[in-house]
């Protein structure tokens, strides 16, 4: 069964991009933020995206307009969630602060919708350990840019009910994306992989192997990665490729997680990539 109402809690880059690419799949969609200026550039990046999207073919002129008909903002929580089939949560990566919401979102949102948590490396089942109904709480990890990314990682956990784990990756299809069903081990699939990659090419960096591009191009054309991942690190955002690395590397104690220095002296300096106009690159409006 296709979900119809879709609410997304947090409209910062994943959460406004998960958003449009429900509306666009032609679910009605509430995006709500804590934050009071984050909604309005919310729509504005959506519209940024929807422009694009119709100069370039992508879309329709009446699929934009669909969208647009379909995405609605809530400044609160209860009206933003208390009709919705699926929950998704896109806030901080802050354990404490996702438990806190997810159980509040038990007690507004509709006792039979889907609660996901797009959490890039928590535990979903911790996250789910502070409601009375873990069963229904999965992880629905989406990758940035979301409308351009196909693969959703579907996080289970030792309490999940399998109808939501089914739920949850029928509703992935309905959105046009791959979804693949991981365990709820620390960094799931993709951020073992991604960040044991980014952190290796920054020490090869900070060692003077190759310079950014020459290491990222070899990633590009040697290994057909659509992007090297220094780059990667830039649009994912450096203090956020810290926060994950520096979560694994408590979790698992393994020594390819430990940051290295450069991307600590980054993140001190303020250069967290493309956001900040400098990360291991350069970047202008």
Avoid at 105 to 118: M, V, W, Y
Wanted: charged share 25%; net charge negative; proline share 5%.
């Amino acid at each position: 069964m296709n979900a119809h109402r879709v609410a997304v809690v947090g409209a910062g880059t994943m959460g406004h991009g998960i958003a449009y690419a429900a509306a666009l799949a032609g679910c009605e969609v509430v995006l709500t933020d804590s934050w009071s200026d984050a909604l309005p550039r919310a729509l504005q990046r959506i519209g940024e995206l929807l422009a694009a999207g119709v100069k370039r073919g992508k879309i329709s002129d009446g699929e934009r307009a669909g969208v647009e008909r379909r995405l609605h903002t809530a400044v609160e929580l209860e009206p933003a969630v208390r009709a919705a089939d699926v929950v998704i949560e896109a806030i901080v990566e802050d354990l404490a602060v996702k438990q806190r919401l997810f159980a509040e979102l038990e007690r507004t949102a509709p006792p039979g919708a889907l609660l996901a948590s797009n959490t890039s490396s928590l535990s979903v089942g911790a996250i789910a350990a502070g409601v009375r109904a873990p069963e229904r709480v999965v992880g629905m990890h989406f990758f940035n840019p979301v409308h351009a990314m196909k693969l959703v990682e579907i996080v289970t956990h030792e309490r999940a009910a399998p109808l939501a784990v089914d739920r949850a990756v029928a509703f992935a299809r309905q959105l046009g994306k791959e979804p693949i069903v991981v365990q709820d081990s620390p960094g799931f699939a993709s951020s073992r992989l991604g960040v044991t990659l980014g952190l290796e090419a920054m020490r090869m960096l900070e060692q003077g192997v190759a310079s950014a591009e020459d290491i990222d191009k070899a990633m590009e054309l040697g290994y057909n990665h659509p992007m090297g991942p220094l780059k990667l690190t830039d649009l994912v955002g450096l203090d956020v490729r810290l926060a994950i690395a520096d979560y694994l590397y408590r979790t698992l104690e393994e020594p390819q997680f430990e940051p290295p220095k450069i991307l600590r002296d980054k993140v001190a300096r303020g250069e967290l990539g493309k956001k900040a106009g400098k990360g291991f690159y350069t970047w202008s409006e």
